[in-house]
Nanobody
Framework: QVQLRESGGGLVQAGTSLRLTCATS???????MGWFRQAPGQEREFVAG????????????VKGRFTVSRERESSDSAKITMYLQMDSLKPEDTAVYYC????????????????WGQGTQVTVSS
């Protein structure tokens, strides 16, 4: 059973940085992973994704500012940790950020995720 837990959110000023962490349990090293966010009154949207082999993709709104990465706990571990480095934050980045996972797939990295975390709040003040 895959479980995900986000951490690292907070209140920051525009122009600063935050790093979100997604800790996983279960056999996730061959899972594709993604970050999504949902602002008040808006639908959840794709932010960034990274396939099990390291291939990554970003929403246009965060390209060049956010970086997604993943690391395996050890060479013989089945678990990975995923990160989202967020630089040059803007007030419009304010949202609840969710970590997501799926068994590796040929689907676009923007959809098809079966497992979700509870979310972490990111608030960017102007």
């Amino acid at each position: 059973q895959v479980q995900l837990r986000e951490s690292g959110g907070g209140l920051v000023q525009a122009g600063t940085s935050l790093r979100l962490t997604c800790a996983t349990s279960g056999h996730t090293w061959r899972h594709d992973m993604g970050w999504f966010r949902q602002a008040p009154g808006q639908e959840r949207e794709f932010v960034a994704g990274i396939r099990w082999d390291g291939d990554s993709a970003y929403a246009d709104s965060v390209k060049g500012r956010f970086t997604v990465s993943r690391e395996r706990e050890s060479s013989d571990s089945a678990k990975i940790t995923m990160y989202l480095q967020m630089d040059s934050l803007k007030p419009e980045d304010t949202a609840v950020y969710y970590c997501a996972a799926r068994i590796q797939s040929l689907q676009p990295i923007t959809r098809g995720f079966a497992y979700w975390g509870q979310g972490t709040q990111v608030t960017v003040s102007s």
